[in-house]
């Protein structure tokens, strides 16, 4: 399976779909998703999906009522408007990487298999994480580590990078392992090369901009009542929706009005993140880390 759609239902059940409405799935992937989003839609319904990783054309489904835009959705604007699709009735995003893109090990995504250190989401853009781990200097590696991986020992990790690219470049995934190792705590190796791996990605992708870019245009591009539904795998990413969603800024800072009443473009459905319930967890293991948060456009 090329990848296994997280809470399906709820998601689906977030966006309120009315039957003849227009949507947008900005994370395509496996289709998942935007196949059950399709079976919620009649005859008139319209569904426009976003994926810039070419593996995920192999999923187009053959329905009249769907076009696939193989771009990043930080264009999210500009292609409803070319389709005369804006604004729509409802937007989901299942943010992060799919199920495919780590189980093909020279994407370089995981960490279990050995593979040419990638991690391009789309692999027809220039920099991967070849660039930043040969080119970077040891105070960019730090920032990125820091920032993106939450890791304590940042400075540390940056150091050991550069020192072993001083004897050979780092091309693979094992190569990278290599140079990182003596930085792994005991009993949290995996953990802490996951976070390594994760920083790195989001600096290649340029993952947090990209987010905060598609979710300001979500305010235009929702009609008064529409539902934004998001899926976060990190608490970066999690943090940056919980924010917007609740103050329409990315800091949460709450403006009111001469009434007192909340200034946001949104309305927050769900107060609480939304998780997995256990047995999805036990199906689909990489669920574990989701959070699913809702809101309507005011």
Known sequence: MYHNPVMLIESIQGLSIISGGIYTDVTFGGGGHSREILNNLDENGRLLAFDQDDDALANVPEDNR???????????KNFLKLYNACPVDGILADLGISSHQIDVAERGFSIRFNGELDLR?????????????????????????????ELQNAWKIANSIVNYRTEKPIENTEQLKEAVF?????????????MIFQAIRIEVNEEL???????????????PGGRLVVIS??????????????????????????YGNVISP?????????????????????????????AERV
Do not use: W
């Open 209 to 223: 901009e990209v987010l905060k870019e598609m979710l300001l245009q979500t305010v235009e591009c929702l009609k």
């Open 233 to 258: 795998y990190h608490s970066l990413e999690d943090r940056l929706v919980k924010n917007f969603l609740k103050s329409g800024n990315f800091k949460g800072e709450i403006q009111k009005d001469f």
């Open 121 to 149: 989401m789309n692999q027809n853009q220039g920099k991967s994480a070849k660039d930043v781990v040969n080119n970077y200097t040891v105070d960019e590696l730090k920032s990125i580590f820091k920032e993106y991986g």
């Open 66 to 76: 769907f076009t696939l835009i193989n771009h990043n959705f930080r264009y999210l």
């Open 266 to 294: 949104f309305k927050v459905i769900s107060k609480k993140a939304i998780i997995p319930q256990a047995e999805e967890i036990e199906r689909n293991t990489r669920s574990r880390s989701a959070k699913l948060r809702i």
């Open 182 to 194: 003596s930085c792994l705590p005991k009993k949290f190796e995996n953990k802490t090369l996951a």
